[in-house]
């Protein structure tokens, strides 16, 4: 559904020269939310920007629907951007205007005829749940409410395409679940692909089918959230998963072990300690909840050497889990 490739933007101010986004992969398929994951800086914005051409990128190519954006001339390019929905961090709503008002008006922009144009505001409002504050004025409603009018003005063009900067980094964890579930409903609804970008790990957990981790301009690592996990060394693993560093214990081998689908609730450390006799102990684990189900990380102290514990580590692959040895 949006394709990236080779993408690189730079800024130069004051003699210097940024490089924002430098040589970016990405693909996200239809249907699915897709979430960009980096600290301040390490250039998602640039990346979302890039997407809808509100920032020309240096080199590479956006297809969007298997439109190549990147190759489009300006008026077919402003046409095609009404296929892509957008929502800000500070919801950016006009503040003269009504919810209903804020939300015709890309419908005006786009030439809708007045009747048809306030019975779909109906539908919108309604459709994030705001049906009863059409005639609010945004100073009369709350940061949950005001990103529900920004989601609603964002699909008025029926967008294929939901990009989110920040959405619910401005709004407290409750409203924050709460958007989060809209936006995973309406995806599930409407058939639409959400690309997202956040600095929190919450936003990934709940929502996010699939995931980029963004450092310095680059992704270090892209995939499902879950086959990320399972991935030894995964950065987003290490996020998540929080199990700190592993202690220095003589003579011991820890590995950690994830565990996804139906691993989490198979009772493997009792097998390990029945089939091989050894003195397994748990020193730290997680088991995190995602959109689609349980993920889990359990770090376990093996006496002996790595060498001499390779039948009880065979054993734990065998079984499907995730491996790896910490120490
Ligand atoms: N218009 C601009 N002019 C000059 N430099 C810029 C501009 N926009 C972004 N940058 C620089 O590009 C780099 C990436 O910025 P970007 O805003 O894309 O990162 P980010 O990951 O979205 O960070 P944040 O979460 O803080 O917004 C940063 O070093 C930033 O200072």
Same mark, same amino acid.
């Given at each position: 559904m949006i394709q990236i490739e080779g993408l690189r933007k730079a800024y130069h101010s004051r003699g210097r020269t940024v490089l #924002?986004? !430098?040589g970016v992969d990405l693909e996200v398929r239809q249907g699915e939310v897709y979430g960009v994951l980096g600290r301040s800086g390490a250039g998602k914005s640039t990346l979302l920007r890039c997407v809808n051409l509100l920032e020309r990128p240096d080199a590479g190519s956006v297809t969007v629907d298997g439109v190549d954006l990147t190759a489009l001339p300006e008026r077919r390019l402003r046409r095609q951007r009404q296929r892509i929905g957008m929502i800000h961090q500070h919801f950016a *709503? *006009? &503040?003269?205007?009504?919810a209903a008002g804020n939300v015709a008006f890309p419908l005006e922009v786009m030439g809708v005829p007045r009747r048809e144009r306030a019975q779909r505001v109906a539908e919108l409002l309604d459709l994030v749940g705001l049906g009863d504050r059409a005639h609010a004025y945004p100073a009369q409603l709350s940061g949950g409410q005001k990103q529900r009018v920004g989601i609603a003005r964002a699909l008025a063009g029926r967008p294929t395409v939901l990009l989110s !900067?920040? #959405?619910? &980094? #401005? *709004?407290d964890p409750e409203t924050t679940t709460s958007i989060l579930d809209l936006l995973r409903d309406l995806s599930q609804r409407l058939g639409l692909t959400i690309l997202l970008i956040t600095h929190e790990m919450e936003v990934v957990k709940r929502i996010c089918d699939s995931a980029a981790v963004m450092r310095e301009g680059r992704v270090i690592e892209a995939g499902r959230v879950r086959d990320l996990l399972a991935r030894p060394g995964s950065a987003l693993g290490q996020e998540i998963f929080r199990l700190g560093t592993p202690p220095d214990l003589p003579d011991t081998t820890i590995v950690d072990v994830t565990l996804t689908d139906d691993a989490v609730g198979q009772s493997f450390v009792a097998d390990l300690v029945r089939r091989y006799d050894v003195d397994a102990s748990i020193l730290a684990g997680t088991i995190e909840t995602l959109a689609d189900g349980q993920v889990g990380r359990l770090r376990i102290a093996l006496p002996g050497s790595a060498e001499a514990n390779a039948a009880p580590l065979r054993h734990l692959r065998d079984a499907g889990l995730s491996v790896e040895v910490a120490r």
């Open positions: #924002a986004v !430098d *709503l *006009l &503040s003269s205007r009504t !900067d920040e #959405a619910t &980094s #401005a *709004l």
